[in-house]
Nanobody, 126 residues
Framework: QVQLVESGGGLVQAGGSLRLSCAASGRTFSRYPMGWFRQAPGKEREFAASINWSGAMTYYADSAKGRFTISRDNDKNTVYLQMNSLKPEDTAVYYC???????????????????WGQGTQVTVSS
């Protein structure tokens, strides 16, 4: 059974930084793309960032470009999301997701992910 466990969320002031982590178990983590999505109160879940199996390719939502960095450590079965210059509109529950396609590219469609973590709350105060 695949498990994804996020950590690293919290309360931060606008302009601050957080690093989210997602620890994966239950399948060969290193063969699959991974992604981060977020859902703000009253809004639909939206894509933030994704990374291919090797870490060589990344893809970001426009809202994340230049501020967020996704990375992975396949030896530790962990994917990270470094978030800098945080804004109040970044407040959301952040979810880690595991891609469907072995050796697939980074991708923003949620339908391309078949495993999801429970989420970690990020709150950015103004």
């Amino acid at each position: 059974q695949v498990q994804l466990v996020e950590s690293g969320g919290g309360l931060v002031q606008a302009g601050g930084s957080l690093r989210l982590s997602c620890a994966a178990s239950g399948r060969t983590f290193s063969r699959y793309p991974m992604g981060w999505f977020r859902q703000a109160p009253g809004k639909e879940r939206e894509f933030a960032a994704s990374i291919n199996w090797s870490g060589a390719m990344t893809y970001y939502a426009d809202s994340a470009k230049g501020r967020f960095t996704i990375s992975r450590d396949n030896d530790k079965n962990t994917v990270y999301l470094q978030m800098n210059s945080l804004k109040p509109e970044d407040t959301a529950v952040y979810y880690c997701a595991g891609g469907r396609t072995m050796y697939g590219p980074p991708i923003g469609r949620s339908s391309e992910y078949n495993f999801w973590g429970q989420g970690t709350q990020v709150t950015v105060s103004s």
